[in-house]
T-cell receptor, first 108, second 112 residues
Framework: GQSLEQPSEVTAVEGAIVQINCTYQTSGFYGLSWYQQHDGGAPTFLSYNALDGLEETGRFSSFLSRSDSYGYLLLQELQMKDSASYFC?????????FGKGTRLHILP | NAGVTQTPKFRVLKTGQSMTLLCAQDMNHEYMYWYRQDPGMGLRLIHYSVGEGTTAKGEVPDGYNVSRLKKQNFLLGLESAAPSQTSVYFCATLMDANTEAFFGQGTRLTVV
């Protein structure tokens, strides 16, 4: 089947670094995307890895390793506004498939 | 430039009633999707479309129908609403494979 596995919750301290992992059991997809969703809001795009390796966008970085069927989102210098849910996603057979999401809790 | 607009934003239905959710986009994107989001379940794909006049079933299509008569609009219909269809519904659009998806603001539907 096609599935993306993420931890359901992660807790970190303001100013610290946190990594959210995504492992998958699917193949033949274009790349790995990450989306952020605040409570009551819609998902918004964060990052996309078309190729293996690290992509950096400001405080956020994303990594993909197709050989390990693994990716992660790295958030640095955490701020309280980063408290949200984070979803990894792939496009396969014209369908965007999302993981169930990781709820990030940030402690002051 | 509105992006992706969903109508309505909120709705309460009685069991057995019907309704249509509208997703309108002004970005000329080919791909359009309808998802439902329930606590702890992530985003589950209901139906999708890869272009005007085309539709296909997603992961949870039962109880829903869709139509894409015009490229910019993707309609999601509930013919006979059930309490199990209480959820938040999101529409998303995509230009092509290596681009980001854009979401509407969501529709909160309650079926009583």
């Amino acid at each position: 089947g096609q599935s993306l596995e993420q931890p359901s919750e992660v807790t970190a301290v303001e100013g610290a670094i946190v990594q959210i992992n995504c492992t998958y059991q699917t193949s033949g997809f274009y790349g790995l995307s990450w989306y952020q969703q605040h409570d009551g809001g819609a998902p918004t795009f964060l990052s996309y890895n078309a190729l293996d390796g690290l992509e950096e966008t400001g405080r956020f970085s994303s990594f993909l390793s197709r050989s390990d069927s693994y990716g992660y989102l790295l958030l640095q210098e955490l701020q309280m506004k980063d408290s949200a849910s984070y979803f990894c996603a792939v496009l396969r057979d014209d369908k965007i498939i999302f993981g169930k999401g990781t709820r990030l809790h940030i402690l002051p | 430039n509105a992006g992706v607009t969903q109508t309505p934003k909120f709705r309460v239905l009685k069991t057995g009633q019907s309704m249509t959710l509208l997703c309108a986009q002004d970005m000329n994107h080919e791909y359009m999707y309808w998802y439902r989001q329930d606590p702890g379940m992530g985003l589950r794909l209901i139906h999708y479309s890869v272009g005007e006049g085309t539709t296909a079933k997603g992961e949870v299509p039962d109880g829903y129908n869709v139509s894409r008569l015009k490229k910019q609009n993707f309609l999601l219909g509930l013919e006979s609403a059930a309490p199990s269809q209480t959820s938040v519904y999101f529409c998303a659009t995509l230009m092509d494979a290596n681009t980001e998806a854009f979401f509407g603001q969501g529709t909160r539907l309650t079926v009583v």
